[in-house]
C-alpha cells in the first residue's frame, strides 16, 4: 500500500496558503492564478479519492500489494462489474466506517456470487446510512442480551431515550434492515420489558446481526 498516495495534508496546507490566506488579508486586487487554483482543487480531490480507495483495499486484509493485485486480477467478468461499481461507491462515500461495510459486502459478494435481500438494500442504500445512524444501532444492539431474539419486540431502554436513536433507527427500517412494531402488545410480546422500556419498539432481523457484528469488528479495528 506504500505506492497509494495519500498527500491531503500537504496539498491542503497548499490550498489554505495559496488561497485561502490572501482572501482573508482582503487582497480583492490580487490576481489568482485560474489554472493554478483548480489545479489544487483537482490535486486535493484526487488525494482524498485516492485516500478512501486505500483505505478499502486495506480493509480487504490481504498481507501484501501482489495479494491484492492477484484478486483483482483473477476476479470474474461478474465480480469485475460489481468491483468497479464498489470502488466508485467508496470514492462517494462520506465515513470510513461505510467504506468498511462496503469491504465486507464486496467480500460476500466475491464468496458466494451475489448478495442476498439485506445486503442489497444496504448496498445501494448506505449513503443513506452515516456513521452515527450505525454507531447508534450499535449502541441500542449492544445493551440487548444475546443471543438476539428475532421472533418478538423489544423496547428502547430509558436510559437510552434519545431522538437521534430512534431516527437512526428509522432510517435501518426505511432500507428494510430493522421493522420498528406497530401496534398495541402485551408484556409477552416484548423480550426486555424488565429493563424499564420506552413506548418506542422495533424487532431484529437476523441480517441486524450481521451488521452488529460487522461494526464490532470495525471498532475492533481502530483499537
Not at 427500517?173 to 422500556?197: C, F, K, P, W
Request: a neutral charge.
Amino acid at each position: 500500500m506504500s505506492k497509494v498516495i495519500n498527500n491531503i495534508e500537504e496539498i491542503g496546507n497548499q490550498v489554505i496558503d495559496e488561497l485561502i490566506i490572501p482572501i482573508i488579508n482582503g487582497s480583492k486586487k490580487t490576481i489568482i492564478d485560474d489554472n493554478k487554483i483548480i489545479q489544487l482543487f483537482l490535486n486535493i480531490k484526487t488525494a482524498y479519492m485516492e485516500n478512501k480507495i486505500s483505505q478499502f483495499l486495506n480493509f480487504l486484509e490481504f498481507e501484501n500489494e501482489h495479494k491484492i493485485l492477484s484478486f483483482i486480477t483473477n476476479l470474474t467478468k461478474k465480480e469485475k462489474v460489481f468491483f468497479v461499481e464498489t470502488i466508485n461507491k467508496t470514492i462517494d462515500m462520506d465515513d470510513s466506517l461505510q467504506i468498511f461495510i462496503l469491504c465486507q459486502l464486496t467480500k460476500s459478494f466475491k464468496k458466494n456470487g451475489k448478495l442476498n435481500y439485506w445486503e442489497k438494500s444496504l448496498y445501494y442504500n448506505i449513503n443513506q446510512i452515516s456513521e452515527d445512524d450505525f454507531f447508534n444501532f450499535y449502541k441500542v444492539l449492544e445493551n440487548l442480551e444475546k443471543p438476539f431474539n428475532y421472533k418478538k419486540s423489544y423496547g428502547l431502554e430509558k436510559t437510552l431515550h434519545k431522538d437521534e436513536l430512534i431516527l437512526s433507527i428509522k432510517k435501518l427500517e426505511n432500507i428494510g434492515i430493522i421493522s420498528t412494531a406497530r401496534g398495541a402488545m402485551g408484556s409477552n410480546d416484548i423480550v426486555n420489558l424488565e429493563h424499564n422500556v420506552t413506548s418506542f419498539r422495533f424487532k431484529l432481523y437476523t441480517y441486524s446481526n450481521d451488521i452488529y457484528e460487522m461494526i464490532k469488528s470495525y471498532n475492533s479495528k481502530l483499537w
